[in-house]
């Protein structure tokens, strides 16, 4: 029973976190504005998460996670697949996308633990899109479909940054032409 509060209790708090982000930013949610709107203690708070951070990256990540084309990693996803998954993160989470690219920007400047989560997460994308590179084109080298992967991420996240400047940009646009250059022919 212990262990179903626990969960309820975490569920709290990440769907306080989430819709703190959508109305106030990252400035506004607060350890004690996610705790008051999720109606636990702090100490609760503590008992799940270690930092406010960390709250907030499980948030992100579950986000991400919901739109994820292979849920499971079993390779099945192509590429189209993985840019749309990035698409709708982008464009239908649009706070969350907002949160993640700041934090990646600035939040790691001094948090080392954090600048490893999202190292970590960068390099786990780049190695899925590798993966759906290296299927969709297997005349490709391991090494060449890491170098387009890498590319590919890397120009994603500066589409993310400029619709975050921009919320007219056209991510769904420039994505897909991405991956048409990506696959070109060298």
Avoid: W
Avoid at 37 to 59: C, H, M, W
Avoid at 80 to 104: G, K
Avoid at 116 to 136: D, K, N, P, Y
Avoid at 158 to 171: Q, S
């Amino acid at each position: 029973m212990r262990y179903k509060a626990g969960l309820e209790t975490r569920d709290k708090i990440l769907q306080a976190t989430g819709a703190l982000i959508a109305e106030t930013g990252l400035e506004g949610t607060t350890i004690k504005a996610i705790c008051g709107r999720a109606g636990v203690l702090p100490g609760s708070f503590y008992n799940i998460f270690d930092s406010k951070e960390q709250a907030i990256i499980t948030v992100v990540r579950e986000a991400i996670n919901a739109v994820d084309p292979d849920p499971e990693h079993l390779g099945t996803d192509t590429l189209d697949d993985l840019v749309d998954a990035y698409i709708r993160f982008t464009v239908e989470q649009e706070d969350l996308a907002r949160v993640y690219v700041r934090m990646a920007v600035s939040g790691t400047k001094d948090n080392s633990e954090l600048r490893g989560r999202m190292l970590r997460h960068h390099e786990g994308r780049v190695s899925r899109f590798a993966a759906a590179i290296g299927r969709q084109h297997p005349e490709l080298a391991d090494g060449e479909a890491r170098q387009r992967a890498e590319t590919l991420v890397s120009s994603l996240n500066g589409i993310a940054i400029h619709r975050v400047l921009d919320p007219a940009f056209d991510v769904a646009l420039h994505a897909r032409s991405l991956v048409n250059m990506t696959l070109a022919p060298v």
